[in-house]
T-cell receptor, first 115, second 111 residues
Framework: DTAVSQTPKYLVTQMGNDKSIKCEQN?????MYWYKQDSKKFLKIMFS???????INETVPNRFSPKSPDKAHLNLHINSLELGDSAVYFC??????????????FGPGTRLTVT | LAKTTQPISMDSYEGQEVNITCSHN???????ITWYQQFPSQGPRFIIQ???TKVTNEVASLFIPADRKSSTLSLPRVSLSDTAVYYC????????????FGKGTTLSVSS
């Protein structure tokens, strides 16, 4: 199926650990994003990559490091996890903004719980 | 960045038309208006996007007055499955500022 997929769907880990979330899209898009949705359901953009180049880097702790090996993949690595990192992380993709209707396709989310 | 204001929640019954209004008083010339829908435990899903006047697709209509300081998402004949959170986003697509999700409107549809 064409879609944006994320792994894992659930991630439970302890404070101080390092973890990664993977994202893949097979929609042929060249722009990918990471969002964080906290317990209050507020959805906030973290990073955006266009053709493997970082174009948006919001105020995010440098413990978070995105990596885009190719246009179809955008992974998120988190070092030294903290309790406040507990949230649902969504990956999304789109065509290059401005070329056509700007529609983002979201993945199913990864629920990260830090204990 | 244009800030958006939406009602926190709305209630409706099946078969009714639902209109959700979003205020964006400081919308800029290059800003577009986009609406997303999010079901529990799922990622947001694009509904509709517009710049001015009216846009309609198979799911919804988007009404934008001439001054563009507000917009209304119209859902015709809602069903129980339309119960979700609806987000209004306003921003410059090319500048990458169309990525700010507000708190959204929780729509509850009852039978």
């Amino acid at each position: 199926d064409t879609a944006v997929s994320q792994t894992p769907k659930y991630l439970v880990t302890q404070m101080g650990n390092d973890k990664s979330i993977k994202c893949e899209q097979n929609l042929g898009h060249d722009t990918m994003y990471w969002y964080k949705q906290d317990s209050k359901k507020f959805l906030k953009i973290m990073f955006s990559y266009n053709n493997k180049e970082l174009i948006i880097n919001e105020t995010v702790p440098n413990r978070f490091s995105p990596k885009s090996p190719d246009k179809a993949h955008l992974n998120l690595h988190i070092n030294s996890l903290e309790l406040g990192d507990s949230a649902v992380y969504f990956c999304a993709s789109s065509h290059t903004p401005g070329l056509r209707t700007y529609e983002q396709y979201f993945g199913p989310g990864t629920r990260l719980t830090v204990t | 960045l244009a800030k958006t204001t939406q009602p926190i929640s709305m209630d409706s019954y099946e078969g009714q038309e639902v209109n959700i209004t979003c205020s964006h008083n400081n919308i800029a010339t290059n800003d577009y208006i986009t609406w997303y829908q999010q079901f529990p435990s799922q990622g947001p899903r694009f509904i509709i996007q517009g710049y001015k006047t009216k846009v309609t697709n198979e799911v919804a209509s988007l009404f934008i007055p001439a001054d563009r300081k507000s917009s209304t998402l119209s859902l015709p004949r809602v069903s129980l499955s339309d119960t979700a959170v609806y987000y209004c986003l306003v921003g410059d697509i090319q500048a990458g500022t169309a990525l700010i999700f507000g708190k959204g409107t929780t729509l509850s549809v009852s039978s």
